[in-house]
């Protein structure tokens, strides 16, 4: 193909320009608008549709109208146009490089020299985002991208790098102990019952009276955490208890012992039942923040329940019971090749109630811990010799379909494989005595309240729980800041002004998986990232963990560490939004829904970064923080519509509604987070958990893990340049989709970019998207583009009436109904059978019988009268009503004449059933019957050719209405007995 000099000339022009040009993915926008503007085509050219994309949604309802409205403002702006004078195409002034306006631009540049965006601040600027993300550190490492983050990827020198013993290669926290766990309306209702005797619920502060804030496990006595609980904290059954024996890991080959020889063990030991004595709660410790007092904030800690063994001493022992249990134990675990990691000496009997506890203030914390120590000063007092723990209900160990019920009884000692998980049960070797009885039932069988009214003061010294009055100290909301919302999960938080409860809700990504190695009950949400490979499973680099968690990205059912198992929670928080209690100053989880669901957010895009250890000692992944992606775009929006007043800076949204609660304030913005492109002074810094505390065995180890980690993070980074919009083909399966989380465990709502609709994702559980609030196609419910909204969801899928009738019964009832057709059935078939034996043919089946039984012809029955005897007259008989009554009874008594002669004849046979005696008649005296057999009889006679003489006789007068006289048929007519 040969060039023209023209076109060689017109090509050197434009390189002597200089010009750089920007170019932009293609739409339809610019064509649409250029029609629009050249008077070509009207807005209405496409049929009044909007153009797909999400830049054409609208969050109003009347989207018609407004497209209408801007028509006609554009035909009148278009109007006023014409009348200037437009310059030629090639007269335009070029601007220069740094004049040249960003996003979208006219495609005749001549029309308007100066563009003013009249945008609204809270409208959504396509125009600044792109479809992916993370374009500027496309070609950067983990290890670069770690360093200009800031971290420290490589030298292994984290906060917790060395677990501290030598002797075992791998810590782990299965246990021998005793149970305090109970089962109260407030908390879990799959808690254990297993403590009859201390009221545990007594010493909390559900309420958050005196406490602020705590870790995300919350209380871990009184009952553990419903799902729905307000504050959001993990939904775990009540795990309250004593270690006596710590076994450690439960891998042989890494020093520790196995299950099966720890039941072996404490099957060859026998123990009497122990008593608990309560001696006092006390606060402080934990190593979190504040401990040191030179940090801002309320300090924070653990607080803890001692208790105490008591030792009884049998007839001339030198050693107590106790003291014999545990050389038994030792000595059985070494008989069965106990390994290295299992304590070498008991542990100090406590309670473990709750870690990282924040209070309002000093004083909060002096008037908890009196209150509480004064319950405990009421268990003293109602059991001075201590008391044996248990309950007279059942449970079954381990819980679910794998145990056996069985009756709990009292001084049972247990082994959990995890704080939470008991396996086994171990009984003692002998009943309570009747004194231990009384105790042990004292609580549950008796009236207690003299107790709790005679104890008034407290007489034991629960000292060093920060109550002395040397540590002053008091929550100060006004040095909240946003950087708060990068927040440590093993501590409390520091809430902001007017918050009254803290909470655990938030908005993010959701990323677990399911997996046949994890305990997982809930729906994969990705499979871009398999995070498998950043774990350490065998103890290769890792020991131990400094919290009750293992793995967050799903733990193995029979991990060695003993860590509790959860399903994988892989997620990245994005926005929390605090407690779910409007009383307390939060927002309720339906309007959060609603918030979430006017935000009109793009395809989220999401890419690894690195893997490192953070300054709180966890480890996590770092995700890129893109401060022009749809990520940053909702993050801005969310603290713009529901972000806490800070600085002047007010949210505002379309419900009303607003919380005093979340983490981010009203002004935050993504340009504010963390990575190159923020300024460290936000709360925008997308990253996943991966582990609490990791416990490295050196520096080395944790050098090389992190290696290994970030090795596979740039595979990530080479597979997805751009990032990914992560999901499935059963969930959001275009990508990109939020959630909002009840806590760490549990994904309740989903909601899909661009409007495309919200859906609740629960327990496993998943409902189609019913809610839309974009604008509407031609053709109602018949045009397949307003399937998903919400009216034409519930046209199309309504349910029939029968199925709603029918799922209203309920278990119970449908089992009721259909057990009643089941016995109607059955029943209509045995008397088929029945009747078919008795009137079939020889040699006819059931079925013809059925067809013949079934076409026949029906008779039609004659009305059978009654017992006529009945029928006599009760007052005497006129001669009127003698001729009535002979009249009607004459048609009646024909049919039944040789009837009743042939039982007469029976009679003269037999013997009669009625007892007779001869009764001597009176002189005048009248023995004629006014019955109607009686008239039945004489009847007969007369047509038998009878004398007449008994019929004369029979309508005789009579002496009295009382008279009954039957006539004996063997004798003469004249001779009559009477009926007594």
């Known amino acids: ?287 979190h923040s504040g401990d040191d007092g030179d940090e801002e904030g309320s300090p924070s800690g653990d607080i803890t329940f001692i208790v105490s063994i008591v030792e009884t001493y049998d007839d001339g022992a030198s050693y107590s019971t106790y003291e014999y249990f545990l050389d038994d134990i030792f000595n059985a675990m070494a008989s069965v090749g106990g390994g290295s990691c299992m304590d070498d000496h008991d542990t100090d009997p406590h309670v473990s109630m709750s870690r990282g506890v924040k209070f309002w203030s000093s004083y909060h914390q002096q008037q908890f811990m009196y209150q509480t120590n004064l319950e405990i000063a009421v268990w003293q007092s109602m059991y001075p010799y201590g008391t044996a723990i248990g309950s007279a209900g059942s449970a079954s160990f381990p819980p679910g379909r794998g145990g056996t019920k069985q009756k709990v009884g009292y001084g049972n000692m247990y082994f959990f494989f995890d704080r939470a998980n008991i396996t086994k049960a171990f009984s003692p070797n002998r009943d309570l005595t009747s004194s231990e009885s009384y105790y042990a039932k004292l609580y549950m069988k008796t009236d207690v309240s003299e107790f709790y009214s005679s104890t008034t003061a407290i007489s034991f010294d629960y000292s060093g729980s920060r109550d002395d009055g040397d540590c002053e100290y008091e929550h100060n909301p006004y040095n909240w800041n946003a950087n708060m919302a990068k927040h440590d999960m093993t501590d409390g938080w520091e809430l902001p002004p007017n918050c009254l409860q803290e909470g655990e809700t938030f908005f993010g990504i959701p990323l677990s998986r399911t997996s046949d190695s994890k305990l997982q009950s809930s729906n994969s949400f990705q499979e871009q990232f398999d995070f498998e490979y950043l774990t350490d499973r065998n103890g290769t680099y890792i020991t131990s963990f400094g919290t009750n968690h293992g793995w967050l990205v799903g733990e193995e059912l029979g991990n060695a560490v003993g860590s509790i198992v959860d399903k994988d929670t892989a997620h990245i928080p994005i926005f929390y939004t605090g407690t779910t209690n409007a009383a307390l100053g939060g927002m309720s989880m339906g309007d959060m829904i609603k918030v979430a669901q006017q935000v009109d957010f793009g395809t989220l895009y999401i890419k690894p970064a690195f893997v490192f250890i953070d300054d709180d000692g966890h480890a996590k992944l770092q995700f890129e923080a893109d401060t022009s992606s749809a990520l940053a775009y909702l993050y801005d929006n969310l603290c713009k519509e529901i972000g806490i007043t800070w600085n002047y800076d007010t949210p505002t949204n379309a419900i009303g509604s607003y919380t005093q609660c979340a983490m981010h304030a009203a002004g935050d913005r993504a340009a504010y987070g963390c990575g190159p492109s923020g300024t460290n002074n936000g709360g925008f810094c997308p990253q996943m958990t991966l582990a609490y505390s990791p416990r490295f065995a050196d520096e080395d180890s944790a050098a090389a893990y992190l290696y290994r980690c970030n090795n596979y993070v740039d595979y990530w980074r080479s597979l997805y340049p751009s990032g990914v919009a992560v999901g499935t083909s059963n969930f959001c399966p275009k990508g990109g989709c939020l959630a909002l989380f009840l806590n760490r465990l549990d994904v309740y709502e989903v909601f899909k970019p661009d409007l495309g609709g919200s859906w609740v994702e629960y327990n496993g559980a998943s409902m189609p998207p019913t809610y839309s609030p974009a604008p509407t196609w031609k053709g109602g419910c018949d045009e397949p583009h307003n399937f998903h909204l919400d009216k034409c969801f519930r046209k199309r899928y309504k349910p029939k009436a029968s199925a709603v009738a029918w799922d209203a019964l309920g278990s119970v009832g449908q089992f009721s109904v259909m057990l009643v057709v089941f016995m109607a059935v059955t029943l209509s078939i045995s008397i088929f059978l029945a009747r078919a034996r008795k009137k079939r043919r020889r040699g006819e089946s059931y079925l013809g019988f059925f067809f013949r039984d079934l076409t026949r012809k029906r008779r039609k029955k004659r009305r059978k009268n009654g017992n006529t005897e009945l029928e006599e007259n009760m007052l005497p008989e006129t001669s009127s009503r003698r001729s009535k009554s002979s009249k009607r009874g004459s048609s009646r008594s024909r049919s039944k004449s040789r009837r009743r002669s042939k039982s007469a004849g029976k009679s003269r046979d037999g013997s009669r059933s009625r007892t007779l005696r001869p009764v001597p008649l009176q002189p005048g005296s009248v023995s004629g019957k006014k019955s109607s057999s009686s008239r039945g009889r004489s009847g007969s006679r007369r047509r038998e050719g009878k004398d007449d003489q008994s019929v004369t006789s029979g309508s005789t007068r009579r002496s009295g209405v009382f008279d009954l006289t039957v006539t004996n048929p063997q004798e003469d007519s004249d001779k009559r007995q009477q009926l007594v």
Not at 184 to 203: H, K, R, V, W
Not at 277 to 285: I, N, S, V
């Open 1 to 287: 193909m040969a060039w023209g000099p023209a076109v060689l000339v017109k090509l050197l022009m434009v390189a002597s320009l200089g010009v750089t040009i920007e170019s932009k993915l293609a739409d339809r926008s610019r064509l649409v608008k250029a029609r629009h503007e050249s008077g070509k085509y009207d807005r209405y050219h496409d049929n009044g549709r909007p153009i797909e994309g999400p830049g054409y949604r609208s969050t109003r309802n009347d989207a018609e109208l407004a497209v209408q409205k801007r028509f006609e403002a554009d035909k009148k702006k278009k109007t006023r146009r014409k009348a200037q004078q437009k310059p030629a195409p090639w007269n335009m002034e070029m601007p220069v490089e740094d004049e040249r306006p960003r996003g979208d631009v006219k495609m005749f540049r001549g029309q308007s020299k100066v563009v003013e965006s009249h945008e609204d601040d809270e409208a959504r600027k396509l125009s600044s985002q792109l479809t992916g993300c993370c374009y500027d550190y496309k070609s950067y490492g983990a290890t670069e991208l770690c360093a200009i983050y800031g971290q420290d990827c490589e030298s292994g020198q984290t906060p917790s790098h060395d677990s501290g013993d030598d002797s075992c290669e791998q810590d782990g926290l299965s246990f021998i102990g005793l149970s305090f766990s109970v089962n109260t309306a407030s908390g879990n209702p799959y808690s254990y019952q297993l403590c009859d005797q201390f009221p545990m619920e007594n010493i909390i502060d559900r309420s958050y009276d005196y406490v602020m804030s705590m870790d995300e496990d919350g209380w871990l006595v009184g009952g553990g955490y419903k799902t729905f609980d307000y504050s959001g904290k993990m939904p775990y059954i009540d795990s309250s208890h004593t270690e006596l024996l710590r076994i450690g890991n439960l891998n042989p080959e890494a020093g520790g012992t196995s299950i099966d020889q720890v039941y072996a063990a404490m099957s060859s030991v026998s123990f009497a039942p122990l008593s608990i004595f309560p001696e006092y709660l006390k606060g402080g410790g934990g190593h």
